[in-house]
Structures are given as C-alpha cells and as structure tokens.
C-alpha cells in the first residue's frame, strides 16, 4: 500500500552507514549510465516531473528551483545542503544523516550532475557529533570507492563533498545566514535579491536544498517521477519524514505520504500511537508555525495546501502536540525568550521587537502583566510582517498572534493575578543589557 513506502527511511535500523550494506539494500545504483546517459536538463525535468517540493519549510518546487540557477557564467556553481536543524522540535535531518548518510552523497551527486557543480557543502549544525562523525566516514568510503573525486565512475564527472561544521546558531537556518557562515563571516541574513542561485557562495550561483529533499533523489531515479508524486497530493508529490514529540504515547520520526491526515500520524499505531491525555492543540510544523485547537486536527491533513487553509504552515515537519495539562502561556513565553535570543541583532524590528515581545511575556508569567499587554502583543506581532530582512521575528509573531487569539482566557487569568493590572504600564527607557 501506498501509505506503507518509505522512501527516506527504509534503510532505518539496516546498517547502511556502511557502504557495502547500502549498496546490497539498492544504493548508487543511480550512479552509471542511467545518471550520466540524462542532460542536466533531463534530471531537472524529471524532478520537476515527480513533484518533489523542499522539505525544510518553505515547500518551494525542487525542480524550479535549479532552473533558476544560472549556467556558463564562468564562475563555479554550488550546492549547499542545510543540516542546521535548528527549529524547536525538529530533528529528523539528524537521524537521516546518521542512520543513511550514503543516501544523501548519492543525492548530492544527482543534484551535482543536474546543476553542474563540481563542489557540495553540508553545513551541519556543530552540536550533532555522531551525524558529523556517520558523514565524515561515509564519505571517505564513497571517495574510496571511486564515487566521488574525480572522474567518477570512468565519466568525466569530477564531484567533491565536505563537511562543514556550523555555528549553531538558529539564524543560520536562514539560507543566506548559512552561506555567510559558510564563508567565515557572521552568521546574518542577506538582502535579496540577489538570491542565491544567481549570487551565493562567494559571489557564485548557489542552490541550497534540504537534507530530506536530497535524500528523495535516488528513489525518485530508481523508480519513477510518476510513482512519487503519486505517492502525496495533487500539488506535491512524494512522502514526509515527521518529527513527532510531545504529548504522544510513542514519539519518534516518521515518515508517512503527503495528505495523511493529521490525527492519523498521532493515532495510528503505525506512527505516534495515541494522545497522551486530552488533546488541547498542535503545532504542526515546528515553533514559527500557529497551534491549531482539537477542532480544527480532526479535519487537518499533512500538506501544504490545508495548513495554508488552516492559517497555519507545514513547516519542517515537526509535530508538537500539548494536552491539557499544557500552560500555553508558558509555551509562549519559552518561545518569545528563544526569539529574542537567537536574533542576530540585524533589523531593528527583530532586535528590538522580539526583546519587547520577551520582556511583556516575563511580565505576565511574572504576575506584572496589566490590560492592554495582549493588543499590544498582537500590535508588535503585525508590525513583523515585511518589516525585516529574514522571517526569525514573523517566525515569533505567528504563533505569538494564534496562541494569544485561541487561548486568550488563559493570557487573561495571568494577568489577573496583578492587583495592579487596570493601570498603564510604565514603560523603562533603559535597556539592561544586550538585545533586552
């Protein structure tokens, strides 16, 4: 059945870290003529062809994107992948490099061949050592075995890969944050344009794309663009690896075909086998997307288009559900403290909106909240929007304005607990330290 192929984890628990496992499970069986037979524009047609949209959040088509990436410029293309992985609740991309890190390299050499890179970066966040340590020796096994380097496989085709071990800051998630930490610079957000596939690493044209988005290549290749996208919806093709965690009985990564309906991943005993408790929301796709409430789960399926409908994202994967005994208000505050720290300090509206958003949050867990805090929060959170140079402070502004709206009464009770919660709040003029 449909719903039963994987196609990023099959290789889960099999031993695939080892080059010669892999390849009896199937691997670089990509890597001949029936790669290098193809343009580069026939490999960009056929991922075009199976619907494969980015999986680190922004969904945008995988094929489209590499059109987009310019050719005999004279100057060298190249292929970023962002393992950073630092959106709260998201940990999939970890367990697929350390658990079938050759499935990546293989993708990267797809990816290579259809853009015409000679050179790949995986920029992995600096705290994951064992998935740093499980691509370091893939890779020196591939390089071994005469699949990357030079003239690979008899061809023409010179392809090299690197690891490169990042800052571990949450802003270099951002595409343009990555490649100016890439570089050695700070870790900070560009102006574009110029976007990266025409202006990227070094001045050059650079494609960036997700762990799981590379990692769908070489099943795509092995068996067909038509049998993927008839794996997930209409306008997306292919499956989703999800990062389960929270309020469920079994919590874990899965992987299930676009569409499937929100509360079968946490219900099913194929995925998160139940609710623990009574369901009081989910996040659906990491930190930076809105909650949605028990209601609006039930008729809540895993694809862009009805999270959209929802007024809420897809997002990384990351499914986060809270039960009852869950203080939301709390939640937000945990989440309006991280955003204020992770900003790079670079817009105004980020450094010093997030700051404010954290010190009005502190006051109300504090029980120095007063009326007006909340209008005021949604006020900052609007004031986000189109405001910045990168999505971090709309990445607080949107779950910030949903959780605020549905659970108002909770936010409400909190500042209550002021005797003093009827009279203006008086704003400091001092700023005790750093970004707030």
Same mark, same amino acid.
């Given at each position: 059945?449909?719903?039963?192929?994987? =196609?990023?984890?099959?290789?889960?628990?099999?031993?695939?870290?080892?080059? +010669? %496992?892999?390849?009896?499970?199937?691997?670089?069986?990509?890597?001949?003529?029936?790669?290098?037979?193809?343009?580069?524009?026939?490999v960009i047609d056929l991922v075009q062809r199976s619907g494969l949209r980015g999986r680190g959040g922004a969904g945008f088509p995988t094929g489209l994107k590499w059109s987009f990436v310019p050719?005999?410029?004279?100057?060298?293309?190249?292929? %970023? =992948?962002?393992?950073?992985?630092?959106?709260?609740?998201?940990?999939?991309?970890?367990?697929?490099? *350390?658990?079938?890190?050759?499935?990546?390299?293989?993708?990267?050499?797809?990816?290579?061949?259809?853009?015409?890179?000679?050179?790949?970066?995986?920029?992995?966040? /600096?705290?994951?050592?064992?998935?740093?340590?499980?691509?370091?020796?893939?890779?020196?096994?591939?390089?071994?075995?005469?699949?990357?380097?030079?003239?690979?496989?008899?061809?023409?085709?010179?392809?090299?890969?690197?690891?490169h071990r990042g800052a571990g800051a949450y802003i270099c998630g951002e595409e343009t944050a990555l490649i100016n930490s890439l570089e050695g610079q700070k870790g900070q957000p560009r102006l574009?344009?110029?976007?990266?596939?025409?202006?990227?690493?070094?001045?050059?044209?650079?494609? =960036?794309?997700?762990?799981? *988005?590379?990692? +769908?290549?070489?099943?795509?290749?092995?068996?067909?663009?038509?049998?993927?996208? +008839?794996?997930?919806?209409?306008?997306?093709?292919?499956?989703?690896?999800?990062? =389960?965690?929270?309020?469920?009985?079994?919590?874990?990564?899965?992987?299930?075909? &676009?569409?499937?309906? &929100?509360?079968?991943?946490?219900?099913?005993?194929?995925?998160?086998?139940?609710?623990?408790? *009574? &369901?009081?929301?989910?996040?659906? /796709? /990491?930190?930076?997307?809105?909650?949605?409430?028990?209601?609006?789960?039930?008729?809540?399926?895993?694809?862009?288009?009805?999270?959209?409908?929802?007024?809420?994202?897809?997002?990384?994967?990351?499914?986060?559900?809270?039960?009852?005994?869950?203080? %939301?208000? %709390?939640?937000?505050?945990? &989440?309006?403290?991280?955003?204020?720290?992770?900003?790079?300090?670079?817009?105004?509206?980020?450094?010093?909106?997030?700051?404010?958003?954290?010190?009005?949050?502190? +006051?109300?867990?504090?029980?120095?909240?007063?009326?007006?805090?909340?209008?005021?929060?949604?006020?900052?959170?609007?004031?986000?929007?189109?405001?910045?140079?990168?999505?971090?402070?709309?990445?607080?502004?949107?779950?910030?304005?949903?959780?605020?709206?549905?659970?108002?009464?909770?936010?409400?009770?909190?500042?209550?607990?002021?005797?003093?919660?009827?009279?203006?709040?008086?704003?400091?003029?001092?700023?005790?330290?750093?970004?707030?």
């Open positions: 059945m449909a719903e039963k192929i994987k =196609v990023c984890t099959s290789n889960f628990g099999k031993g695939a870290q080892d080059i +010669a %496992v892999y390849k009896k499970l199937g691997g670089y069986a990509n890597i001949s003529s029936r790669l290098f037979d193809l343009s580069q524009f026939e050719r005999n410029t004279g100057k060298p293309v190249y292929i %970023v =992948v962002n393992a950073d992985e630092g959106e709260p609740g998201t940990f999939k991309d970890h367990f697929l490099m *350390t658990e079938d890190p050759h499935r990546l390299i293989e993708g990267l050499i797809i990816a290579g061949w259809a853009l015409g890179s000679r050179t790949a970066y995986i920029y992995v966040r /600096g705290e994951f050592l064992p998935c740093i340590e499980s691509l370091n020796k893939a890779l020196n096994q591939a390089y071994a075995e005469g699949l990357l380097g030079k003239n690979i496989g008899g061809t023409k085709f010179s392809f090299d890969i690197f690891v574009k344009p110029p976007f990266p596939a025409v202006s990227g690493a070094w001045k050059s044209p650079t494609c =960036v794309n997700n762990v799981e *988005t590379l990692m +769908a290549l070489p099943w795509i290749f092995q068996n067909s663009p038509e049998a993927y996208a +008839a794996l997930g919806t209409a306008c997306a093709g292919g499956t989703k690896v999800f990062c =389960v965690s929270g309020d469920v009985k079994r919590t874990g990564v899965y992987e299930a075909p &676009l569409g499937t309906p &929100l509360m079968e991943l946490l219900t099913s005993s194929d995925y998160a086998c139940g609710i623990d408790g *009574t &369901l009081k929301g989910v996040i659906p /796709g /990491g930190s930076s997307c809105p909650a949605l409430l028990p209601e609006e789960c039930e008729k809540a399926t895993l694809d862009y288009e009805c999270m959209a409908g929802l007024k809420t994202m897809f997002g990384s994967g990351a499914v986060m559900p809270f039960n009852t005994t869950r203080d %939301v208000v %709390v939640l937000l505050n945990t &989440l309006g403290n991280f955003y204020s720290h992770e900003s790079c300090g670079q817009c105004t509206p980020c450094r010093e909106g997030t700051g404010y958003a954290k010190r009005i949050l502190n +006051a109300i867990i504090n029980g120095e909240g007063h009326d007006g805090d909340l209008e005021l929060l949604l006020s900052i959170a609007d004031q986000y929007n189109g405001t910045t140079i990168c999505p971090l402070a709309p990445a607080l502004g949107a779950p910030m304005t949903a959780l605020i709206k549905k659970y108002r009464s909770e936010f409400e009770a909190y500042i209550e607990k002021n005797p003093n919660h009827g009279s203006p709040r008086i704003c400091a003029t001092y700023r005790p330290g750093a970004f707030w």
